[in-house]
């Protein structure tokens, strides 16, 4: 039986669309994320910027000149994952990083090779591009295992296209939450709203939908004991491939308690960590 024929588990081809972050220098993150990370601005305005690859839009900055800074015991945002279609745009990647910002570690992933780093308002970034899934270890319940072996960056840069901005295949491969609770985090967004486990470790947790490797990653390294507030991660996007499966997820949800904003082909739902998630059909 496929994960798209479970009733209780999402689509196969259920993605992340788009993040969210409240912020307040609209302008100086608005330039990060275009310059260093490689996205394309889409839409401005005084308050917001949209940026996406090709005529995609992944990340949403929201200006808030009223929100403080985040407080340390505040749930919310890890990073956001960018993919890039290939070896060649990760080194381009990784020569933007250089040129403009400042790297803070690199990592093969066994499935993945990925660079990490900081915005100027403290949000973490990761852009990385997956091996084929074919190549990914697996355990013999046929979860996806990961690792953190170093990463070449002399032979990544080498490859490099060279390219300012991302690919148009670009898109938004996982989030990573900084969480109060894992058992919490699992309850909501496995237990109820229809992930399944991939892959748990010391206070950190990975899943997904399809057999992904993980398209939400959880920790509680940090000890975050509130729930979010403050700058920074404002909401994150789920796209379902059609309203069936939006009514299907949003079903669970409500009978498990929480309440959903319903909408025509969408509906906003509050996790656990007073996250805002947003459902979508694509």
Same mark, same amino acid.
């Given at each position: ?10 689509? $196969?081809?259920?993605? +992340? ?14 330039? !990060? ?8 601005? +889409? =839409? ?8 996406? %690859?090709?005529?995609? #839009? ?22 956001? &994952?960018? *993919? ?8 381009? %990647?990784?020569?933007? /990083? ?7 570690? &690199? ?6 090779? &990925?660079? @990490?780093?900081? $915005?100027? =308002? ?5 852009? @990385?591009? $997956? !091996?084929?899934?074919?190549?990914? #270890?697996?355990?013999?319940?046929? *979860? ?7 990463? $070449? ?9 060279? %390219? ?23 309850? !909501? @967004?496995?237990?109820?709203?229809? !992930? ?12 997904? &939908? ?12 940090? *000890? ?11 909401? /994150? ?9 939006? =009514?299907?997820?949003?079903?669970? +949800?409500?009978?498990?308690? @929480? ?10 739902? /509050?996790?656990?960590?007073? /996250?805002?998630? *947003?459902?979508?059909?694509?």
């Amino acid at each position: 039986m496929t994960l798209s024929s479970t009733p209780d588990r999402l689509p $196969d081809e259920t993605s +992340l669309g788009r993040s969210a972050l409240t912020v307040s220098d609209l302008a100086e993150q608005t330039a !990060f994320y275009r310059d260093v990370v490689g996205l394309a601005v +889409l =839409e401005r305005s005084p308050t917001t910027s949209v940026l996406g %690859a090709g005529e995609t #839009p992944l990340l949403v900055l929201e200006r808030d000149d009223d929100v403080p800074v985040r407080p340390e015991t505040s749930a919310g945002l890890y990073h956001n &994952a960018f *993919r890039v279609p290939s070896r060649p745009a990760l080194g381009a %990647a990784l020569e933007r /990083i250089r040129s403009h910002w400042q790297l803070d570690g &690199a990592a093969d992933h066994l499935v993945s090779e &990925a660079l @990490y780093l900081t $915005d100027p =308002e403290g949000n973490g970034v990761e852009l @990385y591009r $997956d !091996f084929p899934r074919e190549d990914w #270890p697996r355990s013999e319940a046929g *979860r996806v295992q990961m690792g953190t072996d170093p990463l $070449d960056l002399s032979q990544l840069a080498a490859d490099s296209t060279g %390219a300012e901005t991302v690919p148009a295949a670009t898109d938004l491969g996982h989030v990573h939450l900084e969480v109060t609770s894992l058992s919490a985090f699992e309850a !909501f @967004y496995v237990e109820t709203l229809g !992930f399944e486990t991939q892959m748990t470790a010391s206070n950190v947790a990975f899943i997904s &939908a399809g057999g992904y490797h993980h398209h939400l990653g959880a920790n509680t390294w940090n *000890r975050r004991t509130t729930a979010r507030a403050g700058r920074g991660l404002a909401w /994150i996007e789920l796209c379902l491939p059609d309203k069936k499966a939006l =009514e299907a997820v949003t079903q669970r +949800l409500e009978d498990g308690g @929480y309440t959903v904003d319903e909408r025509e082909t969408a509906g906003v739902v /509050i996790d656990p960590d007073g /996250i805002d998630v *947003r459902l979508r059909v694509e």
